[in-house]
């Protein structure tokens, strides 16, 4: 990491080692004289920069082949979902802060769904159902992995979530990659959709602590039985509790409870006690105060998930590899934002760095990419829009 001394980046700096960054992991292929692998690159990136199609970047591009030729070269280029997997996520595990691999780190695993309006290529099991958004209840399910560390984040790991898929081996694979990518665990942080019996019974297993919402399912009866969900949510007042439920396979769990009741101070129209619980195993934390902070830290995920949906390619293609590789872009080139903050624009301060994003946002970033590629392969301006003559 550089110190305070005085020096300047540009475009050209942060395009070096995008390109390199990605083409070292995914190994785009040369798929004809005019479309070559840094071609197919760079069309990439200007499209995820303006966050348009593959078709808008191949319009806008003059010296860019057609779309249909990039989508082709991709086709033929591309490994298959088990390989493309693996150079993703080796791409992913690149270049990460060395504090990450000498003591453990807090790493949290959420879901996040894209929204699908078509049917599925080539089985049903690419697709998931969940709750309506967007207009649909049909979505592409990706699970990441996140280390929390001192108000950055990076991406460690990215799989997808076949339609029936246990979040048992979802975590299991989750696990597997990012201590294949040498970061220890001191605990997980979990969304709430792998509260199950099966998770908790998995990292009890393994021997990882964990930290992760609890909630009842279904409605609320009128008398709670003592012990329940619905009984512990019903309480007024902070404390510790202990929870033992079986799956509707079979499976037995037991877990601490932390429960958490503050007053909703400051919420327009709230008024009251709130009460949230957490399951929690493997740690012995002080009081209930610091489950519920430590766990709120884990939010700063929802961002990560916006920066993403900020730099990702849309696209209409019903291939769930391309929809794939074009999600993990976006994963990286905000591994690539945190990184130029870590070793470019950081301050040292004893044994801890400031980061300044006001000086380098994500979208400027991308402006960066976007107006480098504008002057490698020129912009198309010779494409006339028909008006009304009448107004001429």
């Known amino acids: 990491m550089r110190s305070e001394a005085k020096f300047s980046i540009c475009a050209s700096d942060v395009h070096a080692v995008a390109t390199d960054w990605i083409q070292r992991h995914l190994k785009f292929r040369d798929y004809s004289k005019k479309c070559v692998s840094s071609m197919i690159l760079s069309v990439l990136l200007f499209a995820a920069s303006r966050i348009r199609s593959i078709h808008d970047a191949c319009q806008r591009l003059r010296c860019a082949p057609s779309d249909e030729t990039i989508r082709q070269a991709l086709k033929a280029t591309l490994p298959d979902n088990k390989e493309l997997h693996r150079r993703i996520n080796s791409a992913l595990a690149d270049r990460l802060p060395m504090c990450f691999f000498r003591s453990g780190q807090r790493v949290a695993m959420d879901l996040t769904e894209i929204p699908y309006h078509g049917q599925e290529y080539r089985d049903e099991a690419e697709i998931r159902r969940g709750k309506p958004k967007s207009g649909t209840s049909h979505f592409h399910v990706y699970a990441t992995a996140y280390v929390c560390q001192k108000g950055h984040r990076f991406t460690l790991a990215v799989v997808r979530v076949l339609k029936g898929e246990k979040m048992e081996s979802v975590v299991k694979e989750l696990l597997r990659l990012v201590r294949a990518s040498g970061v220890k665990v001191r605990f997980l942080l979990l969304d709430k959709g792998f509260f199950t019996?099966?998770?908790?019974?998995?990292?009890?297993?393994?021997?990882?602590?964990?930290?992760?919402?609890?909630?009842?399912?279904?409605?609320?009866?009128?008398?709670?039985?003592p012990g329940s969900l619905h009984e512990l949510a019903s309480r007024k007042r902070s404390g510790w509790a202990s929870y033992s439920w079986r799956s509707s396979k079979g499976t037995r769990a037991t877990v601490p409870i932390a429960i958490s009741c503050k007053n909703y101070a400051g919420q327009r129209g709230r008024r009251g006690r709130r009460t949230r619980l957490y399951a929690y195993w493997g740690l012995t934390p002080g009081s209930t105060d610091w489950v519920s902070e430590t766990y709120r830290k884990r939010f700063g995920i929802e961002t990560t998930y916006r920066q993403m949906h900020e730099v990702r390619i849309r696209t209409s293609s019903r291939d769930p590899l391309l929809r794939f590789l074009f999600v993990a872009i976006a994963l990286i080139l905000r591994n690539i934002w945190v990184w130029c903050h870590l070793n470019w624009l950081a301050l040292r301060r004893g044994r801890g760095v400031i980061i300044r994003d006001e000086l380098l946002r994500l979208g400027e970033l991308m402006l960066w990419l976007q107006s480098l590629i504008q002057q490698e392969l020129g912009l198309n301006d010779s494409k006339k829009i028909p008006c009304c003559p009448s107004r001429l």
Do not use: I
Not at 197 to 225: D, I, N, W
């Open 197 to 225: 019996a099966e998770v908790v019974r998995y990292l009890q297993r393994a021997r990882c602590p964990f930290v992760t919402p609890a909630f009842a399912r279904g409605r609320k009866p009128k008398t709670p039985q």
